[in-house]
């Protein structure tokens, strides 16, 4: 890892302990070169119906939420975190009690707001389980 990606790293490691969330989940971020993916292990406290065992729906929308927001980090740089204007949610598949993995595209930023897509998966990228679409209120400069 360079320099600069291992700053990245640490960066999006310290963004991730400030969230309580994103601790009790015990979501990651790794990094490889400019692509990021978020791991959440799979845990029995996630589980929303036991009858299946399917993960929680609230637990896979945070979850890619995240997701959006650490891209944003490491894209952006941002000093504070974005504020969320809107959130749509793709419940493609019932999440397995398996590890989920997600990965965010910035499709645009612009002075204020970012368009951001996420698509989550477990087994196969795919044959995602769910997927994103929001819009972030990008912190603006003290006047």
Do not use: C
């Amino acid at each position: 890892m360079s320099g600069a990606q291992t700053e990245a790293q640490a960066a999006l490691s310290a963004m991730l302990e400030r969230i309580p969330y994103a601790r009790f989940l015990g979501v990651r971020a790794e990094l490889a070169g400019d692509e990021m993916t978020m791991v959440m292990p799979f845990g029995q406290h996630i589980i929303g119906n036991p009858t299946l065992p399917a993960i929680h729906g609230g637990v896979l929308g945070s979850f890619m939420e995240m997701t959006a927001l650490a891209q944003l980090q490491v894209k952006e740089g941002a000093a504070r975190q974005p504020r969320v204007i809107d959130v749509s949610i793709e419940y493609l598949r019932s999440g397995r009690p398996l590890t989920t993995y997600a990965r965010a595209e910035i499709k645009k930023v612009g002075r204020r707001i970012a368009n951001v897509h996420v698509e989550a998966w477990q087994e196969q990228r795919a044959s995602p389980i769910a997927a994103l679409r929001a819009h972030f209120l990008l912190a603006q400069g003290e006047s």
